[in-house]
C-alpha cells in the first residue's frame, strides 16, 4: 500500500511554455498533499502545501501564479509551471499522507512519488 | 518546525552495521521522527518512524532516547545498494490545516564500498 505516482516522469519544454505535473494516490486517499523542488547536489524543498478541495499554502518565496496546484480530489493534484524559463528546471516531487490513516498507512507518514524532471530549454 | 542535524556524509563496507545519528535538540512534544532514503533522480522513500524508545521493522531500527533530543538510525548488515542519501525529519502529524509539514536538512550521503 501507500503508492504515490507521477506522470509524466520526464518533460522537456520551451521557455516561455507551461507545464502540467500530475501527483495520484494509488492506493489510498490523500487529504493532504506536497508539492517539492529539488536542485541538483541540494535537499527538498517544500514548496507548498495542498489540501483537497480548498487552496494551497506557499512557503515563503513561492510564486503562487507561477506554480498552480490544484487538489480536486482524495487522489489528484497537480503543479502547473506557468511560463516555464530555465531557472525552473528541477526535480519536482510530490508527496502524500492521510491523516485518518487506515489499514496499510500510518497517520502521519508522507509517501512520495517518483519525481518529475523538468527541463526548460 | 524542529531543525535537524546530521552527518554530511559516511562510508561503510558491505556486511557492517551502520548507525546514522541525528540531533533534533528542539523537538516538540507531538513531534514524530522519520527516516527517509533517496536515490538519485528518485522520491524518497519511508524507512521507518518512531516517537519515543526503539523501533524496529524489516529494514532498520530506530532508537529514540528518552529525552527525544537526538535519534539513531541504524542499518544492519549493509550492501551496495543502500549507499543513498537518508534524511532524518521531525514533524507534528496534527498541525493545522492536516498533513505533516516536514522540514528536509541536508541528509546524510551514506557510501557502501566492497
Known amino acids: 500500500g501507500a503508492v504515490v505516482s507521477q506522470h509524466p516522469s520526464r518533460v522537456i519544454c520551451k521557455s516561455g511554455t507551461s507545464v502540467k505535473i500530475e501527483c495520484r494516490s494509488l492506493d489510498f486517499q490523500a487529504t493532504t498533499m506536497f508539492w517539492y523542488r529539488q536542485f541538483p547536489k541540494q535537499s527538498l524543498m517544500l514548496m507548498a502545501t495542498s489540501n483537497e478541495g480548498s487552496k494551497a499554502t506557499y512557503e515563503q518565496g513561492v510564486e503562487k501564479d507561477k506554480f498552480l496546484i490544484n487538489h480536486a480530489s482524495l487522489t489528484l493534484s497537480t503543479l502547473t509551471v506557468t511560463s516555464a524559463h530555465p531557472e525552473d528546471s528541477s526535480f519536482y516531487i510530490c508527496?502524500?499522507?492521510?491523516?485518518?490513516?487506515?489499514?496499510?498507512?500510518?497517520?502521519?507518514?508522507?509517501?512520495f512519488g517518483p519525481g518529475t524532471r523538468l527541463t526548460v530549454l | 518546525l524542529a531543525k535537524t542535524t546530521q552527518p554530511i556524509s559516511m562510508d561503510s563496507y558491505e556486511g557492517q552495521e551502520v548507525n546514522i545519528t541525528c540531533s533534533h535538540n528542539n523537538i516538540a512534544t507531538n513531534d514524530y521522527i522519520t527516516w527517509y532514503q533517496q536515490f538519485p533522480s528518485q522520491g524518497p522513500r519511508f524507512i521507518i518512524q518512531?516517537?519515543?524508545t526503539k523501533v524496529t521493522n524489516e529494514v532498520a531500527s530506530l532508537f529514540i532516547p528518552a529525552d527525544r533530543k537526538s535519534s539513531t538510525l541504524s542499518l544492519p548488515r549493509v550492501s551496495l545498494s543502500d549507499t543513498a542519501v537518508y534524511y532524518c525529519l521531525v514533524g507534528d502529524p496534527l498541525l493545522t490545516g492536516g498533513g505533516n509539514k516536514l522540514t528536509f536538512g541536508t541528509g546524510t550521503q551514506l557510501k557502501v564500498e566492497l
Open positions: 518512531g516517537y519515543k
Open positions: 508527496s502524500a499522507s492521510n491523516l485518518g490513516g487506515g489499514l496499510t498507512i500510518s497517520t502521519d507518514t508522507q509517501y
